[in-house]
């Protein structure tokens, strides 16, 4: 099983969405990571043969994303969810399983099977106009697998979720990444750090990193530091550089974690990184990374 996307480019007029990507995905969650416009939406309309390439190739076991054999093995949840807000969510999942030529008795076991699995299944017969945004979003989850894909693409599949819903929800994923390809876009770091296998960065249209949680975070050892500092020295130095947390301490003193390519003062000392630390390190507000 392999999803294959060879120097994969996309440009709009002069500007350039996705630049020269090749990366070959087999069975595992990968995790894609960007800040908002850095590219991962269009990527992922790629993948999903909602937009052609300006250049490039997308196959899956050597067949072209353009292929009807292709979208048989796809799953994708857009980051704009289309529902139908008169149907219940029963209904609803049994309208897309049509749509995806699931055969009718399966249909239903499915949509049922998969109801429970993201905590609906006491809403079954509800309207969807009633769903609160996080349901919404979880009805979403649950029709992105009606089809039992090869390839789940999920886009910022969380927005909306409460903290014990998103945990429910990368519990799921991990377990589904087990036999089939499973690609995550966020720019919600706890999304992916615990359940990916592979992280890609992504900044700009181009993959500027991939690899393992340590693999990824090993690019920015060194570059990390703590100190504790007077108020009036705190303010000084988050001026200066990129700061990760700030906490307040007793009389008067201000600790802080921040980033820098050097000692960014005589208290500071360095710290274990973390994933946030590289999304921060990359996408922080004036970043030249």
């Not at 996080?134 to 979720?161: C, F, H, V, Y």
């Not at 090993?218 to 703590?226: L, P």
């Not at 500092?229 to 003193?253: F, T």
């Amino acid at each position: 099983m392999e999803l294959e996307l060879d120097r994969v480019t996309k440009q709009y007029g002069n500007k350039t969405a996705c630049d020269r990507i090749s990366i070959t995905f087999q069975k595992g969650v990968y995790g894609l990571l960007g800040a908002n416009g850095a590219g991962k939406t269009t990527l992922i309309r790629m993948i999903c043969g909602v937009l052609a390439p300006t250049s490039g190739t997308i196959s899956f076991n050597k067949i072209d994303v353009s292929h009807e054999d292709y979208r048989d093995a796809l799953g994708y949840l857009p980051q704009e969810f289309g529902y139908y807000p008169e149907f219940s969510a029963l209904d609803f999942l049994l309208y897309i399983a049509a749509l995806k030529g699931v055969p009718k008795p399966q249909a239903k076991e499915k949509a049922w099977e998969l109801l429970k699995q993201v905590s609906l299944e006491k809403d079954a017969r509800k309207r969807i106009k009633t769903f609160s945004g996080g349901m919404k979003q979880r009805l979403g989850i649950a029709q992105s697998m009606l089809n039992n894909p090869q390839i789940l693409i999920l886009d910022e599949p969380t927005a909306g979720l409460d903290p014990k819903e998103r945990i429910h929800f990368r519990n799921m994923i991990s377990c589904l990444g087990e036999d089939r390809i499973v690609l995550l876009s966020t720019h919600i770091v706890s999304d992916i750090e615990h359940i990916a296998g592979t992280i890609l960065v992504m900044k700009d249209g181009s993959l500027i990193h991939q690899g393992t949680r340590n693999e990824i975070i090993s690019a920015i050892d060194g570059k990390v530091w703590e100190c504790t500092l007077s108020q009036s020295d705190a303010i000084d130095i988050c001026k200066k550089y990129p700061v990760i947390n700030l906490r307040q301490e007793s009389a008067g003193m201000v600790f802080l974690r921040l980033i820098s390519e050097e000692k960014p003062c005589a208290e500071a000392f360095i710290a274990q990184a973390t994933l946030e630390d590289l999304y921060l390190y990359y996408f922080s507000e004036g970043s030249e990374q």
